[in-house]
């Protein structure tokens, strides 16, 4: 579990979560300048057979909320039952790498019942299943409600949806898919290049992400990356591992956290590996067929969030469970 704190050029203080973690309101937290940007994880390559390449897993979901005054919902009774508006709370997935895919709004209703409303999500990118790849999604929503002080109140959270991973092909000598790219605030990933018949033996580029080009389905290309992310890997060559989708280097300035799809393997004789998704939240490639090979995994998700510090006198003790 990693929670690192980046003091960004304009003044801004940006807050980066993977894995599990126990956050704190910062004492110089801002309630009216604010933004919440999941990240889901990507999805897992299927691993080849004796007669038939595996899929690509899928790209993560990504999604944003700007300006939500979380700590007054938090801290402050409703007043119904006098307990707290809205409770956040951060689910983890194991289902390729470790990553956030939830952070969800729990809010009290006028009689006092407890409401399940979905806040902010960065969904999972599906894996594969045999040959066919991760499936692409929407969005699950596009804003949320809470009910504070007598009123419900309608927040907006956008966002793009999963990536498809590529098809593997069903043959004794076929290479396998490449991964979908990550979504980011700019568009979806990259849909991973399916295997066709056509250069059948050599594994399929990965999506670039966020808003990214598809990974190639007719060569080894990985699809370009959106502006700030990760291009898709290229897929490999005959008895060949697919190369890992394209990494986001963080730095004081970067603001997108969208990998790119990793690169199907390639068939032939040896072990061949399905290309790892790219930090964050890219599916990898899908295995070849016909050799020892296994699907390339998944990268985690993670959760952004970006504040304009404000000078706070009273202690906080609301914690956000992660």
């Not at 990504?62 to 707290?84: A, H, M, V």
């Not at 809470?146 to 004794?172: E, K």
């Not at 790219?181 to 966020?210: E, F, K, M, Y």
């Not at 290309?221 to 890992?244: E, I, K, L, V």
Request: charged share 5%; glycine share 28%.
């Amino acid at each position: 579990m990693t929670q690192t704190v980046t003091n960004l050029a304009n003044g801004d203080k940006r807050i980066v979560i993977t894995g599990t973690e126990t956050w704190s309101f910062p004492a110089d937290w801002n309630d009216s300048v604010n933004k919440f940007e999941a990240y889901g994880p990507g999805g897992n390559g299927a691993s080849g057979t004796a007669s038939a390449s595996g899929g690509g897993g899928g790209g993560g979901s990504y999604q944003s909320l700007s300006n939500f005054p979380l700590k007054l919902y938090s801290e402050t009774p409703n007043p119904i039952d006098g307990q707290p508006t809205v409770i956040i709370n951060t689910v983890n997935t194991s289902t390729a790498a470790i990553g956030f895919t939830f952070f969800q709004a729990f809010t009290t209703d006028g009689d006092g019942g407890v409401v399940y409303n979905q806040g902010l999500v960065g969904l999972v990118g599906l894996s594969a299943s045999g040959i066919a790849g991760g499936a692409a999604s929407s969005t699950p929503n596009s804003s949320f409600t809470v009910y504070y002080s007598g009123s419900y109140l309608n927040y907006s959270t956008p966002g793009f949806g999963r990536a498809a991973g590529g098809n593997g092909r069903t043959s004794t000598t076929a290479a396998g898919g490449g991964g979908g790219g990550a979504a980011g605030p700019n568009g979806a990933g990259g849909a991973g290049g399916a295997n066709t018949t056509t250069l059948g033996t050599t594994g399929r580029g990965g999506g670039g992400g966020n808003g990214g080009t598809a990974g190639s389905g007719t060569s080894a290309t990985g699809g370009t990356a959106g502006t700030g992310a990760g291009g898709g890997g290229n897929g490999g060559a005959a008895s060949t591992s697919g190369s890992a989708g394209g990494t986001v280097i963080i730095t004081s300035t970067t603001t997108v956290f969208s990998g790119g799809g990793g690169g199907g393997a390639g068939d032939g004789t040896g072990t061949t590996v399905g290309g790892a998704g790219g930090l964050y939240g890219a599916g990898g490639g899908g295995g070849a067929s016909s050799t020892i090979s296994t699907g390339g995994l998944g990268a985690q998700g993670v959760l952004i969030i970006t504040y304009t510090p404000v000078v706070v006198s009273a202690s906080n003790k609301f914690f956000l469970m992660f």
